[in-house]
């Protein structure tokens, strides 16, 4: 089943911790992003890599890095610096890195909870 | 800097009657216009584009850019259409598209 997997669903952290959040894609993308959903605020981009070794930071990249070692994987770290880390966590990728019409494949998410 | 509104947290309408979500963009260049989808328990997808100027599940949307507009319209409501609704906006490149806060569609039977 080809897709885009995020794990794990559920994911409880102390205040203070690093966390890192998985996703991976067997849809040969180039390109993937990581967004957060808050309620009552959409969803709001964090980074994007069009590419494998390259990444940008997207409106809401303070406290957070990624890394793009190879085209299927783009782990999120959320760090200890992150002021409000409590959220849901959405992975997407879309096929061609120069097409803005591209539609993005969205991962079901991981909820994390940091107390 | 780009923007996307939907001015609706909320929409409840009966069976059978007409539904427009709203959606007005700001950006400056020649947006990509789209609306996603989420029903419940399921992942985001795309509904529809508007360079594909298609119809997905009665659902159509028109660019109006005199208006910045891109609003999402069914002629006959139905009881599946009950989910959650983002419009976005791609600036043409792969650099992420920037969403709405979303309008959660309730269609009543």
């Known amino acids: 089943d080809g897709g885009i997997t995020q794990s794990p669903k559920y994911l409880f952290r102390k205040e203070g911790q690093n966390v890192t959040l998985s996703c991976e894609q067997n849809?040969?993308?180039?390109?993937m992003y990581w967004y957060r959903q808050d309620p009552g605020q959409g969803l709001r981009l964090i980074y994007y890599s069009q590419i494998v070794n390259d990444f940008q930071k997207g409106d809401i990249a303070e406290g957070y890095s990624v890394s793009r070692e190879k085209k299927e994987s783009f782990p999120l770290t959320v760090t200890s610096a992150q002021k409000n880390p409590t959220a849901f966590y959405l992975c997407?990728?879309?096929?061609?890195?120069?097409?803005?019409?591209?539609?993005?494949?969205f991962g079901n998410g991981t909820r994390l909870t940091v107390t | 800097a780009q923007r996307v509104t939907q001015p609706e947290k909320l929409l409840s309408v009966f069976k059978g009657a007409p539904v427009e979500l709203k959606c007005n963009y700001s950006?400056?260049?020649?947006?990509?216009l789209f609306w996603y989808v989420q029903y419940s328990r399921q992942r985001l997808q795309l509904l529809l584009r508007?360079?594909s100027r298609e119809s997905i599940k009665g659902f159509t949307a028109d660019l109006n850019k005199g208006e910045t507009s891109f609003h999402l319209k069914k002629p006959f409501a139905q009881e599946e259409d009950s989910a959650m609704y983002y419009c976005a906006l791609g600036r043409g490149g792969a650099d992420g598209l920037t969403f709405g806060k979303g309008t959660h569609l309730i269609i009543q039977p």
């Open positions: 508007h360079i």
């Open positions: 997407a990728s879309s096929i061609a890195a120069s097409r803005g019409d591209s539609p993005l494949h």
């Open positions: 950006y400056s260049g020649s947006p990509e």
């Open positions: 849809l040969n993308h180039d390109a």
